[in-house]
């Protein structure tokens, strides 16, 4: 079964600094990875997806996020962040089964001070 | 186009009884997942259902039980509550088939408190 691994369960970062959240997954044949995001208080929401092509994926807000296959990785950046991307920041993937199911990290905290 | 909803937004039952949540999916979609999202276990898949069966189904006991109606709206089921069934249940629609197929939006979720 795959799993997802994210580094950091917390991070806290000023206004303007540059934003990059790590995310592992174990599996060994083709997978789609998503970044979802969840806001204090809302609900989740999709910030970007990869399934195939281009390894370096943009979202929405300026996030961006690239996938190194010899590394099983898809982190997530932004070159500054703004008070308002505070949010839970979650990496999920779905393996190419037929299935929607998404396997999740255990999500990143991101608190950005002003 | 509306966006997912779930029904009620919050519910605290006692342990022992049982609880029914809610999901509309965004039209047009025919599968419908459930996930459960605590803080110590974060967000755990529990069913897929698409065409009114279940496609798919997490690591959880039988007393989670779910359907899917013609129109493609969900239900989840608990019965016989715990304490640790206290929980988010999110629910998420997407197309069902195809690459679109992994694409999911969630909604706001069902507050669940056991008491």
């Known amino acids: 079964a795959q799993s997802v691994s994210q580094h950091n369960h917390h991070v806290i970062l000023s206004e303007a600094a540059s934003l990059e959240l790590g995310c592992n997954y174990s599996?060994?044949?083709?997978?789609?990875l998503f970044w979802y995001v969840q806001y204090p208080g809302q609900h989740l929401q999709l910030l970007l997806k990869y399934f195939s092509g281009d390894p370096l994926v943009k979202g929405i807000k300026g996030f961006e996020a690239e996938f190194i296959k010899s590394k099983f990785s898809f982190n997530l950046r932004k070159p500054s962040v703004q008070w308002s991307d505070t949010a839970e920041y979650f990496c999920?993937?779905?393996?190419?089964?037929?299935?929607?199911?998404?396997?999740f990290g255990k999500g990143t905290m991101l608190l950005v001070s002003p | 186009k509306a966006g997912v909803t779930q029904t009620p937004r919050y519910l605290i039952k006692t342990r022992g009884q049982q609880v029914t949540l809610s999901c509309s999916p965004i039209s047009g979609h025919r599968s419908v997942s459930w996930y459960q999202q605590t803080p110590g276990q974060g967000l755990q898949f529990l069913f897929e259902?698409?065409?009114?069966?279940?496609?798919n189904k997490g690591n959880f006991p039988g007393r989670f039980s779910g359907r899917q109606f013609s129109n493609s709206r969900s239900e989840m089921n608990v019965s016989t509550l715990e304490l640790g069934d206290s929980a988010l249940y999110l629910c998420?629609?997407?197309?069902?088939?195809?690459?679109?197929?992994?694409?999911?939006?969630f909604g706001p979720g069902t507050r669940l408190t056991v008491t």
């Open positions: 259902y698409f065409s009114e069966t279940q496609r």
């Open positions: 998420a629609s997407s197309l069902g088939f195809g690459t679109n197929s992994y694409e999911q939006y």
């Open positions: 999920a993937v779905t393996v190419n089964s037929g299935y929607s199911t998404l396997t």
């Open positions: 599996y060994g044949g083709t997978v789609n």
